[in-house]
């Protein structure tokens, strides 16, 4: 299923979108990842205001993890008292239209797995005020259509490279949902059902995010270092000096990025595919030997159409998830209510 995207993803005055009143210009956006959360008030115009980045406090619970988002989003609007609407980009998987929770695969406590969360009611009550929920990389390349790289292109796709692997596609300039209003979660392809190696937190094994997010390339990467603590960022600033276990890390992780490539690529033709999260920080060190890989991959789908995307990193400064959350609350909502 697909929902029309403004092909501009402009507000135009001649658009269906309600205009806002002065007060709806800005909004309050949330981009809740597995490990941290972003919060922040944002124009009409895409200009982040002002922002918050926290470490989110899982281990205590999801009760004590929503009363924390509203009671750091209660502070925001003390300040912007005018905002009437929240967006919130959240790693999935979710349903956007009834504001659901469906058991998200990096959010979990020692109390076990989240299950499935009422956020939209939850927040609406502890913010009182209207809030819209999208997929985080539903959020992130949505935002990239609106003021991002994936602007000037029809077909784009987005990965978000942090605790998870999240994927979201513009087809035609529409967003691709699958059936139920579900987003397709893209870094849950399995790339080697048996590989021991590769545990996800969905419980399968071998899945494109077991090997690609940002916490997973750390957890590979470490096993070629004696120290067990070292950070995605510490084994990043070893590739950048030629530490040749890092060096073999990122070889390994090009490979394996160029095949769940291909399958996205086989399956949607992206023009473009961006890259976001805290991961892609390391883009120059896995972006030139995965694009080899795929001119490999992809050569016999070269002729006559190019089906070779062009890998970018996101100029939005790991902030499309934010943006996407804004933009959410300030123009989908019309279409989220069909
Ligand atoms: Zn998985």
């Known amino acids: 299923m697909v929902h029309r995207c403004d092909p501009s993803m402009k507000p135009r ?36 205001l002002e922002e918050k980045r926290l470490p989110v406090p899982f281990e205590k619970g999801k009760d004590a993890v929503i009363e924390f988002l509203c ?20 790693a999935g998987p979710l349903d956007p239209r009834k504001g659901i929770l469906l058991d998200p695969t990096n959010f979990s406590s020692a109390q076990g797995n ?18 819209f929920l999208e997929n985080d990389a539903a959020a992130a390349i949505l935002a990239e259509k609106w003021i991002g790289a994936a602007k000037s292109v029809k077909n784009s796709m987005i ?17 691709v949902r699958c059936a139920h ?20 937190g969905c419980g399968n094994l071998g ?36 530490d040749p276990r890092a060096v073999a890390a990122f070889r390994e992780y090009s490979e394996i990025l160029a095949v769940a490539i291909t399958s996205f690529v086989v399956l949607y033709a992206p023009e473009k595919i961006l890259f976001t999260g805290s991961f892609a920080d390391a883009f120059e060190l896995f972006a030139p030997e995965t694009r080899t890989h795929l001119e ?23 902030e499309a998830g934010l943006l996407g959350g804004a933009y959410v609350a300030l123009f989908e909502k019309e279409s989220l209510r069909r």
């Open 13 to 48: 005055k001649t658009s269906k979108i309600r205009r806002s009143p002065r007060a709806l210009r800005t909004v309050l956006a949330y981009d809740l990842g597995g490990t941290k959360v972003a919060i922040g008030v944002v124009s009409e115009k895409g200009k982040i």
């Open 71 to 90: 009671k750091e989003g209660r502070d925001f609007l003390r300040r912007y008292p005018l905002i009437k609407n929240v967006g919130v980009a959240s």
């Open 114 to 131: 989240w299950g499935k969360v009422p956020l939209v009611k939850l927040l609406s009550k502890g913010l009182k005020r209207k809030v």
């Open 159 to 175: 990965l978000t490279l942090g605790t998870g692997l999240g994927t979201g596609i513009i087809v035609n300039d529409q967003l």
């Open 181 to 200: 209003d579900l987003h397709p979660e893209g870094g849950h392809i399995i790339l080697n059902w048996q590989d021991q190696t590769a545990p996800c």
């Open 207 to 242: 899945c494109a995010e077991a090997y690609l997010s940002g916490r997973n390339f750390a957890r590979r990467a470490r096993t070629r270092f004696a120290n067990p603590d070292l950070t995605a960022k510490d084994i990043t600033e070893l590739a950048r000096k030629r």
């Open 296 to 318: 490999r991959l992809l050569a016999r789908r070269r002729d006559g159409i190019d089906l070779m995307p062009r890998l970018e990193v996101s100029k939005l400064e790991n």
